[in-house]
């Protein structure tokens, strides 16, 4: 009778103090998903602002200024134009 | 007395019993009182007590959800909503030194003095020091280490294009609530709900358990707009060139993709600039294109003629005498720039001839000419959703006396907006049927309400072609390797019931005529530079930005190169207005 008792004892005890770690462990792991969310947050901000630089950079007017003052270019005039259709380029490719 | 004789005593003598007893006695007592103390705490008390373990670890936190972004067609960030942090204040925890309260204005940027009123007003429990700063600015303010003062972040939106969308998105409030255009029309999907969670706390502020969620936050949706950032970077620089050039007082510019209705660009100018509104007034504010009403002119004939055509009572080739250019209607005149004797039903399009639409319009029973003018979206909401857009006027056939029916056919004594008219000239882009419009990209293409019959839209597309060739009113909008319908207008601004001797330009085309892709509709007000013609100065504007809009979007010439042909200016053919 008292050995089972014991053991019963000894078993309260083990179960206890699992408990106890477990929890700490939660806790541990917890902190560490908060800090992992923050990140993710963090890098989230990061990418809009990213997202805004890039389409400042990108703007049309500024793309166009530097297509024209620093790259020298011009739009097509009417004669500089050549349309080629594909059936054209077809024929002409399969003819030796 | 000493420890030895005790002992002694007690070896010799046996103690009396009740001492024994009394202790136990005690004892018991001792252990009763623990028990109750015990059964009082864990039941009675229990309440009490878990309330105040809860007040002292356990936090319900506020998550904040932001604002969806707002993309084009191509996914092109137009709004973008980064975090911010706002500075609050609780005066009666504010202990800073002068020092500090100098160090906390100059980052700031404030006056010093406001920034004392505001740090040592005691009578209030919550003050924002300072809205909406960048994170690297607040981080300073957090290192400073000033009791009371707290962050709170919040979200900021960005608007990239700056002006050249801000009429289209509008803008959204310090609480990023959308305010105006798109910001508010959209508001449901866009804007996040903000979620709340129960934690618990240590004694440093860090959260150690996640307890329970109360609301879970909601960020709002992104959204993908009908627009092409490209073309609507086009649209507003060559509406903003033109009324500088003119010297208008505003232009604003609508493209519409003529088979689906979605609107690829929409553009007025005066702009703003929305991510600094500090010097923009209220008038700059207004989208003309949408909520501004303006009597639309000649741009109105082609649906008076299409009217005419659906009855079967005339056809292209029916000729009208156009009574030398003046003719007398309920003892108003009416007249053309350009008199002729006689125009066929394809001419009065193509010279924009007044006296000729009158009569086309005279022919008929006033019922019809309303109807047609009613199918075709005028004088009801385009049912866009965008804010503050305008219904128009079409006033009841009923009341028509023969003078209104007769200015009517050639747009006036009727108001629209020029989305409303860009969208009712999808009808001749889809065999005569009305697209609805949309602001949202659109993944399946959506019927729409057939107004005519297949065999008039084209008979007036090719009318509309006709406008556009030499003999025209309208050559200037000629594109280089395409054909061009449209329909010039100029029409006399209304003011206080007169009409006066300042004007309305506007021009309304579609292109590549053989297949429509595209509507552009532009309209400058005022223009104030000795051309007023729409033919002279939407024209133009139309060409540069039609053009250059199919060739961004790789659509095949229908014509050859070279097609251009532009009679000398003298000869371009002007309506009358």
């Keep these: ?96 | 007395m000493n420890y030895s004789s005790n002992i002694q005593a007690a070896k010799l003598a046996t103690l009396p019993p009740w001492r024994s007893r009394l202790l136990f006695v005690l004892l018991l007592f001792g252990m009763g009182a623990l028990i109750v103390r015990a059964v009082y705490l864990q039941s009675i008390h229990n309440n009490f007590l878990q309330q105040k373990g809860n007040a002292r670890s356990s936090r319900v936190i506020d998550i904040s959800a932001h604002r969806g972004m707002i993309s084009d067609r191509n996914g092109e960030p137009l709004a973008i909503s980064t975090p911010v942090e706002s500075i609050w204040i609780s005066p009666q925890d504010v202990a800073a030194t002068p020092q500090q309260v100098n160090q906390l204005a100059r980052i700031m940027g404030m006056d010093i003095k406001e920034v004392k009123s505001r740090l040592f007003d005691t009578t209030r429990d919550f003050v924002y020091l300072q809205r909406q700063l960048p994170p690297e600015q607040a981080e300073k303010i957090v290192k400073l280490g000033v009791p009371g003062v707290s962050l709170r972040r919040e979200y900021r939106r960005y608007y990239p294009g700056g002006g050249i969308t801000a009429h289209l998105l509008g803008f959204t409030d310090v609480d990023d609530n959308g305010q105006e255009g798109l910001e508010l029309a959209l508001q449901n999907q866009l804007g996040g709900k903000a979620g709340s969670q129960r934690v618990i706390k240590d004694r440093k502020g860090h959260i150690v358990e996640d307890v329970a969620s109360i609301r879970a936050p909601k960020p709002g949706s992104n959204l993908v707009l009908s627009i092409d950032s490209k073309i609507q970077y086009l649209a507003y620089r060559e509406i903003k060139l033109a009324v500088e050039q003119h010297n208008a007082k505003a232009g604003s510019i609508v493209v519409l993709d003529a088979k689906s209705g979605e609107v690829l660009a929409l553009a007025n100018w005066p702009s703003y600039n929305p991510n600094n509104r500090a010097k923009s007034n209220l008038q700059v504010l207004r989208n003309h294109a949408v909520t501004d009403l303006f009597e639309p002119g000649s741009t109105l004939k082609p649906f008076t003629v299409a009217a005419a055509l659906e009855t079967g009572n005339v056809t292209p080739q029916t000729i009208i005498n156009t009574e030398n250019g003046v003719i007398l209607v309920g003892g108003h005149k009416i007249h053309d720039t350009h008199p002729e004797e006689a125009l066929t039903v394809a001419q009065v399009i193509q010279k924009s001839s007044n006296v000729g639409a009158a009569k086309i319009a005279l022919s008929l029973p006033p019922e019809t000419i309303w109807q047609s003018l009613n199918d075709s979206g005028f004088g009801t909401q385009a049912g866009s959703g965008f804010p503050g857009e305008a219904a128009g006027k079409l006033r009841d056939y009923k009341k028509w006396r023969p003078i209104e029916q007769a200015t009517l056919s050639y747009g006036h004594g009727i108001s629209v907006s020029l989305l409303q008219l860009a969208r009712a000239y999808t009808i001749f882009a889809n065999n005569g049927e009305l697209k609805p419009v949309s602001w949202l990209k659109l993944d399946a293409p959506v019927s729409g309400k057939k107004v005519y019959s297949d065999a008039t839209a084209r008979e007036i597309l090719n009318m509309l072609e006709m406008a556009v060739l030499p003999g025209g009113t309208a050559p200037l909008a000629q594109i280089n390797g395409y054909r061009v319908a449209g329909k010039t207008g100029t029409a006399h601004k209304l003011e206080g019931g007169h009409y006066i001797n300042r004007y309305i330009s506007s021009f309304v085309g579609l292109a590549p005529a053989s297949s429509p892709r595209l509507i552009v509709a532009v309209m400058i007000n005022e223009p104030n530079n000795g051309q007023y013609y729409g033919g002279m100065v939407a024209a133009p504007v139309f060409s540069n930005v039609m053009g250059a809009a199919l060739r961004l979007l790789n659509v095949p010439n229908d014509t050859r190169l070279g097609n251009v042909l532009m009679p000398p200016s003298v000869d371009i053919v002007k309506e009358e207005v």
């Design chain 1, 1 to 96: 009778m008292t050995r089972v008792h014991l053991l019963l004892l000894l078993m309260v005890i083990v179960c206890a103090l699992s408990v106890v770690t477990s929890q700490n462990k939660a806790r541990k792991l917890f902190a560490e998903l908060q800090k992992e969310k923050d990140r993710a947050q963090q890098m989230e901000v990061e990418w809009g602002q990213l997202q805004l630089e890039q389409s400042t950079w990108a703007m049309p007017a500024r793309v166009e200024k530097i297509a024209v003052d620093k790259l020298q270019m011009q739009l097509p005039k009417g004669r500089q134009i050549q349309f080629i259709r594909a059936e054209e380029l077809n024929a002409a490719l399969t003819q030796p």
